[in-house]
Antibody, heavy 119, light 110 residues
Framework: QVQLVQSGAEVKKPGASVKVSCKASGYTFTGYYMHWVRQAPGQGLEWMGRINPNSGGTNYAPKFQGRVTMTRDKSISTAYMELSRLRSDDTAVYSC????????????WGQGTMVTVSS | QSVLTQPPSASGTPGQRVTISCSGSSSNIGSNYVYWYQQLPGTAPKLLIYGNNQRPSGVPDRFSGSKSGTSASLAISGLRSEDEADYYC???????????FGGGTKLTVL
């Protein structure tokens, strides 16, 4: 079945970086854009950006431009999201999500990765 | 401050019909498809509506979406207790070159 499995929870200090992985299975990894969305505790959904797994092309939300890097390794069907210069307000659940066809509708979600930023 | 505006809360009794609104602008809802997500407590969001009014396989026809100009709505008919969740609208924004979400609406089934 189609699924996205993310890496485990992380605890980081302010100023550090975190890299979250998202392994895809059950479909052709290079055929669908992968998006990253985060949700701070008790807050709403926030779009961070997307990557074209085939070309590696990316679009980042203006808020994260310069701090986020999305990459992929086609050989192991895995997408990555790295966020640098972490602050306490980056504490959130980070999720990868696959689109429906060539739309921006996100139909398959990873289980989420909790990233805690604390000194 | 979310780019798309939703009411923070909505409520209804079992069997009732409720609607949740989502207001945007010409750069997002006005020129692109609207999506709706349901998020049950402690779980990942679930796609409810795509392409303004299309339901993915498995989503009951009690859920329907519509769009008019720069606003969209999600309607839930025959309300059930299991519909109690957070609901988010989303759309691509041409000015931001990215997806924008509404702030979410917490639906309570009384």
């Amino acid at each position: 079945q189609v699924q996205l499995v993310q890496s485990g929870a992380e605890v980081k200090k302010p100023g550090a970086s975190v890299k979250v992985s998202c392994k895809a299975s059950g479909y052709t990894f290079t055929g669908y854009y992968m998006h990253w969305v985060r949700q701070a505790p008790g807050q709403g959904l926030e779009w961070m950006g997307r990557i074209n797994p085939n070309s590696g092309g990316t679009n980042y939300a203006p808020k994260f431009q310069g701090r986020v890097t999305m990459t992929r390794d086609k050989s192991i069907s895995t997408a990555y999201m790295e966020l640098s210069r972490l602050r306490s307000d980056d504490t959130a659940v980070y999720s990868c999500a696959r689109v429906v066809g060539d739309s921006n509708a996100l139909d398959i979600w990873g289980q989420g990765t909790m990233v805690t930023v604390s000194s | 401050q979310s780019v798309l505006t939703q009411p923070p809360s909505a409520s209804g009794t079992p069997g009732q019909r409720v609607t949740i609104s989502c207001s945007g602008s010409s750069s997002n809802i006005g020129s692109n498809y609207v999506y709706w997500y349901q998020q049950l407590p402690g779980t990942a969001p679930k796609l409810l509506i795509y392409g303004n009014n299309q339901r993915p396989s498995g989503v009951p026809d009690r859920f329907s979406g519509s769009k008019s100009g720069t606003s969209a709505s999600l309607a839930i008919s025959g309300l059930r207790s299991e519909d109690e969740a957070d609901y988010y609208c989303a759309a691509w924004d041409d000015s931001l070159s990215g997806v924008v979400f509404g702030g979410g609406t917490k639906l309570t089934v009384l």
